[in-house]
């Protein structure tokens, strides 16, 4: 079972991160990983009452990996947690399948109170670097959080939000479920917008040939006319 978690974790490794370029590494290079495989077996000890335990091995996994996850904290499968350093997820959340949290993050406390505190996470959410979410708020399936973002509010499913507080950005991107963007930015040539502008300037240059064509072939023909009479 272990072996069948660690195998699906290499392989969306290699298939999401393109600075992956063997499993080998994968395994030996990513705190990430390592995080996430050492919190199976925290949370494990910890569904199973042993408290203390299970907290020792979360934190023996923190000195290894800088990456602090509460063992009661509920995380999806293929959680791919890049970079790694400084992360925090607090003990009542719940993260969904499919993830990708860059480094510096936390889903942490609004208030402290007691209870559910944290946030819960969707399917296939980005999270980048150094944000944080704070509160039992829930971030929809496909939403994206900018980079030092600070979520308060609920964010809803197939939404970007960035800045402090965040905010949905004007326009809702359209993301084919299998297609994974690493840095959240889509790799559509069309929404290059240096690229829109070239195909202008080369639409306009052709256009300006094209006349220049026009008159000089005028020209010609007017001096044809001209030598002619
Ligand atoms: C938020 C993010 C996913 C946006 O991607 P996107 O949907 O393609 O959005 P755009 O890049 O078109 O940006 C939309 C708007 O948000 C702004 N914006 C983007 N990211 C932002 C951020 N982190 N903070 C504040 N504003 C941001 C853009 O300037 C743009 O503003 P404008 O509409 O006024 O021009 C992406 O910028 C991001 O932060 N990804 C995480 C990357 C990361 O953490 N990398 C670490 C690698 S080690």
Redesign the pocket.
């Known amino acids: 079972m272990a072996f069948m978690f660690l195998r699906e974790m290499v392989r969306t490794y290699r298939e999401r991160d393109p600075a992956a370029r063997s499993s080998l590494e994968v395994l030996l290079c990513y705190p990430g990983l390592h995080a996430v495989m050492w919190h199976r077996m925290s949370h494990f000890l910890w569904r199973k009452g042993f408290r203390l335990a299970a907290r020792f091995s979360s934190h023996i996994a923190r000195w290894v990996t800088g990456i602090e996850i509460h063992p009661a904290a509920k995380l999806g499968r293929r959680l791919v947690i ?2 790694g350093m400084g992360v925090v997820i607090g003990e009542t959340a719940e993260v969904g399948d499919d993830c990708y949290f ?1 480094h510096q993050i936390t889903l942490g406390v609004a208030r402290t109170s007691a209870g559910k505190r944290h946030p819960t996470v969707g399917n296939n959410v ?1 999270i ?2 150094g944000a944080k979410v704070l509160g039992p708020i829930t971030v929809g399936d496909n939403a ?1 959080i ?4 600070v979520v308060v509010d609920p964010v809803p499913a197939d939404t ?1 939000v ?2 402090i507080p965040a905010r949905p ?2 326009r809702k ?1 359209p993301r084919a479920a299998e297609s994974f963007d690493p ?4 790799c559509d040539d069309s929404l290059d917008p240096l690229l829109h502008d070239l195909e202008g300037l080369r639409a306009e240059l052709t256009e300006l040939e094209a006349r220049v064509a026009r008159l000089t072939s005028a020209g010609q023909h007017q001096a044809t006319r001209s030598a002619a009479d």
């Not at 840095?183 to 889509?186: K, Q, T």
């Open positions: 890049d970079h860059y980005i980048g670097a994206r900018g980079s030092n973002a970007t960035v800045g950005v004007d991107l840095y959240g930015m889509p």
